[in-house]
């Protein structure tokens, strides 16, 4: 059984940065396309970033330019660098792959706000 494990969240005024961190149980960056997935408070989850085993990355528009996606196939470790925050980024972020097949950690809290 997979398990994925996001941390990195936090408390961010506009503006400001923050970098998550997806950890997996198993080896399953290095054969599997993987991506970050956020979910705003009262909105369904979204895909925001993804990246390929090759390296190859997608981010949807409205985080582009801001937001960039990265991996460590050997140590089973996906990132997220979020700069330049905004208000509309508050959500819970989560990581798995690209389609979904593994059950949902439990996320992690981003909240921007003055």
């Given at each position: 059984?997979?398990q994925?494990?996001?941390?990195?969240?936090?408390?961010?005024?506009?503006?400001?940065?923050?970098?998550l961190?997806?950890?997996?149980?198993?080896?399953?960056?290095?054969?599997?396309?993987?991506?970050?997935?956020?979910?705003?408070?009262?909105?369904?989850?979204?895909?925001?970033?993804?990246?390929?085993?090759?390296?190859?990355?997608?981010?949807?528009?409205?985080?582009?330019?801001?937001?960039?996606?990265?991996?460590?196939?050997?140590?089973?470790?996906?990132?997220?660098?979020?700069?330049?925050l905004?208000?509309?980024?508050?959500?819970?972020?989560?990581?798995?792959?690209?389609?979904?097949?593994?059950?949902?950690?439990?996320?992690?809290?981003?909240?921007?706000?003055?």
């Amino acid at each position: 059984q997979v398990q994925l494990v996001e941390s990195g969240g936090g408390l961010v005024q506009p503006g400001g940065s923050l970098r998550l961190s997806c950890a997996a149980s198993g080896n399953i960056f290095s054969i599997n396309r993987m991506g970050w997935y956020r979910q705003p408070p009262g909105k369904q989850r979204e895909l925001v970033a993804a990246m390929s085993s090759d390296g190859r990355a997608y981010v949807v528009d409205s985080v582009k330019g801001r937001f960039t996606i990265s991996r460590d196939n050997a140590k089973n470790m996906l990132y997220l660098e979020m700069n330049s925050l905004k208000p509309e980024d508050t959500a819970v972020y989560y990581c798995n792959t690209v389609p979904l097949v593994y059950s949902w950690g439990q996320g992690t809290q981003v909240t921007v706000s003055s």
